[in-house]
Each structure stands twice: as structure tokens, then as C-alpha cells.
């Protein structure tokens, strides 16, 4: 089944103990669109400027993504530069050029219409609002936010969660979301906001999903996944985008929505994440294959599973 | 099996969200006997005033746990006394009064010498080493430091480290020891210092097992068992503890020291922390079942194993 993908794409330039890499490409939309492609077909609708070339959007096309719904506009490629230091769960940004991503009013072409699964990545709720509203029915929605959104435009974010499924954030985004600093009782609050389902990121200690009481027909017990231990974090950008990529990429494979498929999904989400920090920008989610995706998947098993 | 532990026994004094505590019986030793009791035959060693009445000493008998190595001094017991404000890992010292556990001189009964496994708990290394070498062969010693010795007794903390076979700190105290930011790697610089295996407990997220190669016969792979998302932690205080004790408390009641033992030792000690911080000081481990324990381990392990 499809995905659609709603997010930014950009040009990245990164710093980290590891080395550096300018103008890479980037973008929640790009991460999570070639982690999920892996899994489901993905349909992606971004905004782009005129620097953004054929072998720009054949990294997408290789990995089977439909490009049909990325809009080239007269300007640059919205840019990000930032360095990661000691600690690699921070970034601290060198400069944000929003370039065409400023005026992004995403067009749905009709041939996306039919994608039973939208993600809606990290932008303004009221955009992410109008996209879920242009679809119709979907079987699953997934979406992302931030502390800029969060703090900045609350009452729009207030009425876009009503429109999510599955809510992806991290742990400081749940606390502040909610005003509450214990996360199981923060969950609860974000839950009562809307989603039927809050995936908290832990970052590298991995990821806790808690539902609303009922909701998929399921317990409300909590599921957590492990993140892999890694030696070497050569780039934790994109982290959190490929984490949900795998996230609903597997959710998406599946003709059930249950309970061990979205426990199993965060499993896969970790994964995704896991590839996408070893090398600089995209590189490593541009060429895995299906069965070091499923190795991996054992990895993180062997790593939590009593016998 | 029986366990020897080494360690404070202390009068604490608590303020956390949740209330207040004064004068509440306390202290690494006191708190890893107590969990360990549920699962194995513990002895204790450390040092009491005079304001240490046989109320006191019976919550530990209470438990079977042995008190003869309790040594009673003349003067008043170790007193401490911290606040937990928003940040529940993180405790604010308000006093701390060492008493007559400032010249502790740890005496082991003739009736102790001959306990399989021991416990050094958090006390200056050059008693800990003392300890070990006192005890002749034992099949297991487990130990614990903080960022007090990591800094301040450098030499002697690295003397100590090469008597103990499993080492039980936190993340912060992992990267401290091996001035290294990245986890798996403070991980592997620990273990070259001398312990087969590293517990590194990450406080809420739970933790993770590291191995040097071929210890125990068993593969390198680290291990990972989760905390369990509470909603209401009481008091903080001696989760860290209570935790060593569920974990070498395990250990010791298996008659093989293997891969599975020790995953699921990690487990155990997530559920005794878990109790622990349910009601203040050690109230919650004073009165729990056996049925009580394998319930939480199966909600531990629901909250991590897929289908």
C-alpha cells in the first residue's frame, strides 16, 4: 500500500566530531521517504528550488519514490547548516535560508489521492492540517512537530493532533506539548489532545509507543524498542525522520493494523534510524538492502529478547 | 547461594514532588539487602550508631537478611538528607553527615568468609578492594562507584576495578571514568579497566549490559532491559541500589552463570527498581511477594518481546 509524505526536502551542510559534509541533501521528507521505500510504495509532496537537479531527485527515483508531487520553484532549495558537538541528541544551527520552503502551500496531484497512509512531517500544523483535509479517508495518519510549533502556533497544532492517528516526537517535545515532566502521565495528556497513539524518541536509547485506551482494539500497555548502541554516530541528522519512515514504511506493508504490527513497526523504526546515522546525509538509506534490514531487525531483537 | 553485601546503612531525609520523608532507614546497603532477599540468602556488612534501634535492625531480619556484620560504633549513624525537584534522576544534597560511617573499617564475621558472591556497594574503592581480598574465592563480586571516587580516588578506583567482575553505575559515571562521550565506547574503555561486564543503568530509559570479550563464555553482543514507564515515582532514592540487589540477588539463586542468567538478572534489577520508587525510602521492598516480582518481570517483558 502507499504512503504519502508531506515535508521539507533541503540541502544540508553538517558538522559533527565525526567530519563535515556540505549541501547534502536532506529534508524530513527526503529521510523519510527513502527509509519507508524499503518497505511500501511512497509518494512525496515537497517544494524545491532551481538548484535542486536530475541527480538531486534520482536518489529518490532510484529508491522508487513517486517525485510526480515535488514543486520546483524559482529560488534556491530551503538550506541547514548546523554542528552536532559532544553531545550528538543536539544540534546547534549555523544558519536557516527557508529559500521556496517559506511560501510551501503543498498540492496534492490527484493520482496521491488514493494513498491509504499520509505522513505528515515537521511543518507548520496548519499546512499539515490542510493536507489531511484534502485527502479524504486514509487508513492511517502519521505526523511529527516541534518545539518551534509547539511554542509558537499552539492553537493550530491543538486542532491539527485531533487530525492525527499516530503522533512521533521526542521526549522534550512530549514534556512541553503536555507541561508535564513525568512521560507516562505527559503520554496521557497528548493522547487526550487527539492521537490515538504517541511514539516517544528517546534518542539513543530507543522508543516508547503508548495508545489511548482501546484504540486499534488494543490494550493500553506501552511497547518500548531499543536503540543499537553505536560506536561511531558519524551524523545523527535525519535520525528521527528515518525512524518513522521504517515506522509507517512497515505499518504500511501490513494488511493488519494491530498490535504486534505497530510493536514490530517500532522495531523497524529503530532500525531505519540506526542505518541512517552511519554515514553522513542520506548516503546509507540510498543503498540497503531488504536482508541487512532484516538482520539489523534481529540485532535489535537479540538486544532485548529474554529467550 | 549467599550473597555478602558491603556497604552504608543510613537515616535519610527526602523531599520529592511527592512528599516528604524524615529520618527514613536508608543507605546502599541497606537498600541492595533488601531486594536482594527476595531471591537469595544475603549478609550484610556496615557500620551503625547508637540511634540504630532494633526496629531498624529487624526490617532487615524481617527479610532474613543476617545482620551480624553490623557493626554498632559509638555516635550517631550516616546521616544525608537531598530534595528531588522537577528532574527526578537528579538528586540536590541538602546534608550530609557521614558519622560514624566516616571511619568505617569494613569486618567481615569468620561466619561470612564463606559467601559465594559479593556485593561491594558505593564506599571509598581501597575498602572495597580490602573487602575482595579478605574473601578469598567467590564466584561473583559485583560492585558500584560514583563520580566522588571517579574523581577524587583515580588510583585506588582503578585498583579496585580490576577485583570486580560486573560493575553497576550509571551513564553520567560511565563516560566520567572513561572520558568519552559515546556510550559503547566508555563501555568497552571501562571494561578494559578490568570488570568482565559493565551495567550501565540509564535511570528511566532502564539499561544495557556490556561484555568483554569471551567473559563468561558467552558472545559480546550488549543487552538491554528496559524501566518501566511509571507514573507516580514516589522517591527516587535507592533505585540505583535496590536495582544491583534484584540483579546479583538473581544471579546468585542460579546455580550457572550464563548469557540468559544475566539477561535476565538485568530484568530482575529493573523490577526491584521499579518497587522501589513506588513509596518512600524502603517501605515498598519491605513488604513485597515473590508472586508479586514475576508479575512485573511478565509486564517487563510484554513492554519489550515481540510475538
Known amino acids: 500500500m502507499s504512503i504519502l509524505a508531506v515535508g521539507s526536502v ?3 551542510s553538517i558538522a559533527t566530531p565525526a567530519g563535515r559534509a556540505d549541501n547534502v541533501l536532506g529534508g524530513s521528507a527526503t529521510y523519510f521517504s527513502l527509509a519507508a521505500s524499503y518497505f511500501t510504495k511512497v509518494r512525496v509532496v515537497a517544494v524545491v528550488g532551481e538548484d535542486f537537479a536530475a ?25 541547514w ?30 493520482e496521491y489521492k488514493d494513498s491509504q ?4 512531517g515537521n511543518i507548520h500544523p496548519s499546512l499539515q492540517a490542510a493536507v489531511r483535509l484534502k485527502m479524504g479517508s486514509v487508513r492511517l495518519t502519521g505526523g511529527d512537530t516541534m518545539n518551534f510549533w509547539i511554542q509558537g502556533t499552539r492553537k493550530e497544532l491543538g486542532e491539527t493532533l485531533k487530525l492525527i492517528n499516530v503522533l512521533l516526537i521526542n521526549d522534550g517535545e512530549a514534556k512541553m506539548l503536555a507541561g508535564e515532566t513525568n512521560l507516562p502521565r505527559a503520554a496521557q495528556k ?25 484504540a486499534f482494539g488494543i490494550g493500553t500497555h506501552p511497547f518500548r524498542a531499543p536503540a543499537l548502541p553505536i560506536d561511531e554516530v558519524k551524523d545523527p541528522t535525519g535520525a528521527g525522520d528515518s525512524f518513522a519512515g521504517g515506522f509507517m514504511g512497515y505499518i504500511a506493508s501490513q494488511e493488519e493494523l ?31 538492502t531488504r536482508e541487512e534490514i532484516e538482520a539489523r531487525f534481529q540485532v535489535f531483537r537479540e538486544l532485548t529478547h529474554l529467550e
Do not use: C, W
Not at 62 to 75: L, Q, Y
Not at 117 to 120: A, H, Q, R, V, Y
Not at 200 to 207: P, S, V
Open 190 to 214: 497528548v493522547i487526550a489532545m487527539g492521537p490515538n497513539a504517541l511514539v516517544i524518541k528517546h534518542g539513543e536509547y530507543g522508543a516508547t509507543i503508548f495508545f489511548r485506551e482501546g
Open 81 to 110: 547548516g548546523g554542528q552536532y558537538l559532544e553531545n550528538l541528541n543536539e544540534a546547534k544551527t549555523d544558519f536557516t535560508e527557508l529559500n521556496v520552503f517559506e511560501k510551501f502551500q503543498p498540492r496534492i496531484p490527484d
Open 258 to 288: 494491530n498490535r504486534e504490527v505497530l510493536k514490530r513497526a517500532l522495531f523497524y523504526g529503530g532500525v531505519m534510524g540506526s542505518f541512517a546515522v552511519e554515514r553522513f546525509g542520506t548516503e546509507r538509506l540510498q543503498s540497503l
Open 117 to 120: 497512509f499520509l505522513f505528515l
Open 10 to 12: 533541503a540541502f544540508d
Open 55 to 79: 541527480e538531486h531527485e534520482n536518489v529518490l527515483k532510484k529508491r522508487g519514490v513517486d517525485t510526480r508531487g515535488i514543486e520546483h520553484a524559482k529560488g534556491k532549495t530551503f538550506r
